[in-house]
């Protein structure tokens, strides 16, 4: 199982999930800079979080529009599996290879907490090392992760099985319709998820809950 | 553009510059002429308080800077301590408190900023930070407002540049109503073979401008820094710099794939008086005169002038020397990094720092005299008067249940989790320990046991009352907290925030409070190795509290042997260690006092440093031993405010029967030295029976009730309430 991490200047969780990866995987994934003329061929992508290009303008939105997302697009449409963590979700948002948006988190201000996640699909190549239902811990730390998407919307992706992970409503850190935490496209193969497994994957981080994300890909 | 860099130089001019007239006459004995325009903001940017340490630099000298460990002590961008294996942890705190009260986001932001450029300017990538944040009384008009531009500031920079915030302070007092205290920290690792360091060497080597743009943004800042406030500040916002921490990330990366090409002989970052210090600085360490060029420097605002340019304080910017011949691939990652990369001058054999600009030389100065030979004063000062010692009796006995709620939901004692909430506190996935224990706890990222831990303390109540055992008490408690993480305490920096020292009774708490500092930091092997000094805290002649803050910075050998402030069983015996025989005497100046009854009285808590030290090496054996559970230290607040935060971060209860008073000496007194463990009954035994210090074993863990003697027990629930429910309230937060 190969992978490769994307890096957009302004991407500042790429060691966490280099060292998530390798931990987890075995081999370190290919690191790849946004003007590399390619991308490896590999089994899965990861664009990690941060603040691509400063989220300025808006989160994700000028990361979205660079020419490696085309070839992460391209890559997806074949059926690659593709992950992004954060803004790596904000930025799948932004491209249109996922639907809806996230906005600006309900209380206005950053979260970094951990919280509590119900594996809402467990059928999915990022999440069927858990039990449909299961309750996992996992931190976020964002400050524009509240999932919008219109009516009509929605309800397709619900229907559809695509909402993969969904905060406990108790937890939920920023006002996410339905709780939603992590979604897939329709393919089921690009997955978005603004909580950070990557750090909850070892005894010295209080716990292991986000291995299993990883070791579903990657074993 | 016309520039006229020959204006009449007038008193008012020179005043303006917040230079005082012997100051100007010392420049003109010195070069001999009437300075131009240029040089004379060249002047008071270097001999501004902030960047001349003119009037503490005589007591700094008497701080311990050195040590076994200690690679660079004070005068470099940050300190650098050996911590094995050929690595070395650097840091630094430092202030930004004018500009954060003036702009309270763009202030505290361009902090982090600062410190953060401090440590990966030294070749470290920085990997944990702190905030020691003062605000004025609550129910002040500004405070809210401050308060949420700080925080939101201090997070906004920090989270997007990538750094866990670990640690940090957050207080409330009226005596900083009109001047908050921003204190940044930043630690960052680095091998020890590949330091960087500002000293320049060579001659008719390229200086290369890096980073950001040359704006107009806080132009005068650091003259700025070092005035009282007046009436008029909000005239003074244009002197706040804007951050960018989107440039800063790209120039951390930028800079540590640069120094590892080999091309870098020295870098200074530009931090307070922008390209002047920086410059000066290189130049003058070096013994080597610079000469600038300034048609060649990065600007993005139009018709700037050499003025303008000589004293922006636009962030994210880098000036080094490099090794002429990989300049072409030094510019290469500039540019890979979309990163300004200009060569603006040279180094020269002459000792001047000359400046040119269309043509013409705006300043022509020496060097070494702009910079090491800054004017140097002893200001005179006055010994304070300690306050008359508090009278026990008049302290009536109390409801220790009820006063311990009051404390728990008072504004200083309760959760900061509001504010640490808003930083990433777990990025680059090291974070061990996370603000709310002891000290923040941060793994040395490719080795299998080692961890460095991080404090920030002072008590300003305490440096009022006494500077002297302030600043003992602030280096000691700092100290402390890092024991109680089982970590062995390296060094420290230290933030000196006081009033107006041309006022002999400040001046003489800055003398007291450094002679606290230095006994204590020598007693305790705490050497000092970095800081900064923030003076002129006051609006319209009234001062800060005296608040020299310490950041300290401990080594955890084997993280597995990490101790928390948690009980880990139910079952456990409670000890406290360290105590006098009543367990707490000392009510003077307590969080009791001030928080629960509203007086302000009594003398600071003496700081035994022989026991201190005593005790916190046994403590610290105890914790490497694997022989105890729990461990806090006691501070603010005595021991049962202690009890208290450990219960509730544990969610288990505790019942204490060794004081059956309810007198508050005992529960509520800040007695110094002192720390509570746990323990199974049979360790507890032995810790007792042969323990070095004093060892009592006061109570027992479990249940969903603190009991506290005859008091009546309080619910965890209701301890958690009263808790965590200040800040938010206060916030006027309704969304969680």
């Not at chain 2, 407002?145 to 700080?150: E, N, P, R």
């Not at chain 2, 070494?368 to 302290?395: F, H, M, N």
Request: net charge negative; hydrophobic share 40%.
């Amino acid at each position: 199982m190969k992978s490769a991490v994307v890096v957009f200047p302004g991407l500042n969780r790429e060691r966490d999930m280099i060292a998530a990866l390798t931990k987890i995987g075995g081999t370190p994934p290919a690191l790849v800079w946004h003007k590399d003329a390619e991308l490896p061929e590999v089994d899965l992508i990861v664009i990690p979080g941060g603040f691509s290009y400063g989220d300025y303008l808006r989160c994700g939105a000028i990361a979205a529009r660079s020419p490696m997302m085309d070839v992460i697009r391209e890559r997806a449409e074949k059926g690659v599996r593709v992950l992004g963590v954060c803004n790596g979700f904000q930025i799948l948002t932004e491209a249109g290879l996922l639907p809806g948006a996230l906005m600006r988190n309900a209380s206005l201000k950053f979260v970094c907490r951990e919280v509590k996640l119900e594996v809402a699909n467990a059928n999915t190549p990022f999440s069927h090392r858990y039990a449909q239902g299961q309750v996992i811990r996992c931190p976020v730390a964002h400050h524009d992760g509240n999932y919008f998407a219109d009516a009509e919307t929605l309800a397709e992706i619900e229907g559809n099985g695509q909402v993969v992970f969904r905060y406990t409503p108790e937890t939920n850190p920023n006002g996410s319709l339905n709780h939603i935490a992590g979604i897939t496209n329709r393919q089921g193969n690009v997955l978005g998820l603004m909580p950070h497994p990557e750090n909850l994957i070892e005894p010295a981080h209080g716990g292991e809950d986000g291995k299993g994300i990883f070791a579903g890909l990657l074993n | 553009m016309t520039y006229d860099n020959h204006i009449d130089i007038t008193p008012d001019l020179v005043a303006g510059h917040g230079l005082k007239p012997d100051e100007y006459q010392k420049i003109l004995d010195l070069i001999g002429r009437v300075p131009t325009y240029t040089e004379l903001g060249i002047f008071s940017a270097m001999w501004n308080e902030h960047c001349s340490y003119k009037s503490s630099k005589k007591w700094l000298r008497t701080l311990p800077t050195k040590g076994k460990r200690v690679i660079q002590g004070p005068g470099e961008n940050a300190g650098v301590v050996d911590i094995g294996d050929g690595q070395a942890v650097i840091f630094k705190m430092e202030s930004h408190n004018h500009p954060s009260f003036i702009e309270p986001y763009q202030g505290a932001a361009t902090g982090v900023g600062g410190i953060l450029r401090d440590v990966f300017t030294m070749g470290a990538r920085p990997i944990a930070a702190m905030n020691a944040l003062r605000f004025g009384e609550p129910g002040h008009e500004k405070t809210r407002h401050l308060v949420s531009g700080v925080v939101a500031g201090v997070g906004g920079y920090g989270n997007s540049f990538g750094v866990p915030t670990v640690g940090g302070e957050v207080q409330f007092d009226a005596r900083y109503n009109g001047n908050i205290l921003v204190n940044a920290f930043a630690a960052g690792l680095a091998d020890t073979d590949k330091i960087f360091y500002s000293k320049a060497e060579g001659v008719g080597l390229p200086v290369v401008y890096l980073g950001a743009k040359t704006g107009r943004d806080g132009v005068g800042g650091a003259t700025m820094a070092s005035a009282e406030f007046g009436d008029d500040i909000e005239e003074k916002r244009p002197t706040v710099q804007v951050g960018d921490p989107f440039t800063e990330k790209r120039l951390l990366e930028a800079c540590l794939e640069l120094m590892g090409t080999g091309a870098v002989i020295a870098i200074q970052d530009m931090g307070a008086a922008g390209l002047t210090c920086s410059a000066v600085e290189m130049g003058a360490k070096g013994d080597l005169g610079i000469e600038l060029d300034l048609d060649a420097v990065p600007v993005r605002e139009e018709r700037m002038t050499p003025y303008e340019m000589m004293l922006s304080e636009s962030q994210e910017r880098m000036l080094m020397v490099l090794h002429p011949e990989k300049e072409a691939e030094a510019r290469k990652i500039f540019e890979k990094w979309e990163l300004d990369f200009a060569t603006v001058g040279k180094t020269t054999d002459d000792l001047r720092f000359r400046v040119f600009w269309q043509g013409e030389e705006v300043a022509n100065l020496p060097i070494k005299e702009l910079g090491d030979e800054a004017p140097e004063y002893d200001r005179p000062w006055i010994a304070p008067t300690p306050p008359a010692p508090l009278d026990p009796a008049s302290v009536p006995e109390t409801d220790i249940a009820e006063a311990l709620l009051k404390l728990l939901g008072s504004a200083n004692h309760s959760s900061r989790r509001w504010v640490y909430e808003q930083y990433d506190t777990l990025i680059q996935g090291n974070s061990l320990q996370t603000p709310g224990g002891d000290g923040g706890v941060v793994r040395v990222e490719g080795h299998p046991t080692k961890a460095l831990s991080f404090s920030s303390d002072v008590n300003p109540r305490y440096c009022e009352a006494d500077p002297y055992e302030g600043g003992k008490q602030a280096v000691a408690e700092c100290w402390r907290n890092l024991i109680a993480t089982g970590a062995e305490p390296l060094a420290a920096t230290d933030n000196l925030n006081f009033g107006n020292p041309e006022r002999p009774e400040i001046m003489g708490q800055i003398v007291h409070a450094i002679k606290g500092i230095g006994e204590a930091c020598s007693a305790l092997d705490f050497p000092i190795v970095s800081g900064n000094v923030s003076l002129y805290n006051e609006t319209n002649g009234r001062g800060i509290l005296p608040t020299p803050t310490i950041a300290g910075v401990g080594l955890i050998e084997d993280h597995a042997r990490m101790a928390r402030s948690r009980f880990t069983r139910a079952g456990d015996v409670i000890l406290l260690i360290g105590a006098p025989e009543e367990l707490g005497t000392h009510l003077g100046q307590s969080a009791y006092l001030r928080d629960v009854l509203g007086r302000r009285e009594g003398t600071a808590p003496h700081v035994d440093l022989e026991h201190e030290k005593k005790t916190g090496l046994y403590v610290l054996s105890l914790i490497r031993e694997g022989r105890v559970g729990a461990v806090h230290d006691l501070s603010d607040g005595g021991l049962a405010l202690s009890l208290a935060e450990t219960a509730i971060v544990s969610a288990q209860g505790a019942h204490i029967h060794a004081i059956s008073t309810q007198n508050a000496r005992a529960w509520f007194g800040e007695d110094q030295g002192r720390y509570i463990v746990t323990a199974t009954p049979e360790e507890a035994e032995r810790i007792v029976a042969t323990a070095p210090v004093p060892a009592v074993a006061i109570g027992t863990t479990g249940g969903d009730t603190l009991t506290l003697g005859s008091a009546k027990p309080i619910s965890i629930k209701d301890l958690r309430d009263a808790y965590e429910g200040w800040f938010p309230a206060f916030m006027g937060d309704t969304l969680n």
